[in-house]
């Protein structure tokens, strides 16, 4: 069991709330804790080693991030996305990516630019890899989105990208894990990067936004499937 939370474990460095809550949430984003399953708390206190009073704090967290999803009582579970939540979610990340792709160009110093083409490069290693590493692009996007929101220099944009990130990250692990994705990944990031170096603010508007609607079409295909896949079950 411990397996599907990576082998993590609570230490007594940090509160064990945030530590149970980080353990949980990077199980949920990298899809080892499947959405619509079900969350045993004696199940979670074996797998982190923590108390149940800590984890049932970690599990209000999460639900107040729409990460989990409480069934009046009678338990807790993984939030299954919509195909709307989905779309609703792209529609806003689209204009904030954009803005974050201007101001990168605005801001960025020649260093930023190069660590975004090495945070590329660890997206194209990813994909190299093949089938089952989406756990491993998953990490490398992540990677990609930290140089770009700390080169565009916007505390607030971060702050607003944060708040909608882990529902981003949900979306993007269930895109990752189809066929093909992570290198068509590498095709779009690898415009955004050209637009930088010629910065140009107006290709780069309209790659991030190609790039999102792009990733979104691939994970509402695959909530479709998931859909009809339960319907006929």
Known sequence: ?????????????????EQVASILRDA?????????????????????QASRPSVREALRQLEAEGLVESLSGRGTIVAVTSPELATSV?????????LAVELFIKHAAPADIERFREAVEEVRAAADRGEGASVAA??????????????????????????????????RALALEQPGRTAQNVIELEAILESFTQRDVKSAR???????????????????RAEDEAAGA
């Open 1 to 17: 069991m411990s397996d599907l939370l990576g082998g993590r474990q609570v230490q007594r460095h940090a509160p064990i709330r």
């Open 28 to 48: 949920i984003i990298e899809m080892r804790l499947e959405p619509g399953k079900l969350l045993v708390e004696r199940e979670l206190c074996e797998m982190t």
């Open 90 to 98: 792209s529609e806003v990340r689209v204009e904030l990516e954009r």
């Open 138 to 171: 998953m990490r490398a996007m992540n990677r990609v989105y930290d140089v770009l929101l700390e080169g565009a220099g916007n505390p607030i944009l971060m702050q607003m990208v944060n708040l909608l990130q882990r529902r981003v990250t949900q979306l």
């Open 206 to 224: 309209s790659a991030a936004a190609f790039h999102v609607q792009q990733e979104a079409r691939t994970a509402l295909r695959a909530l479709a």
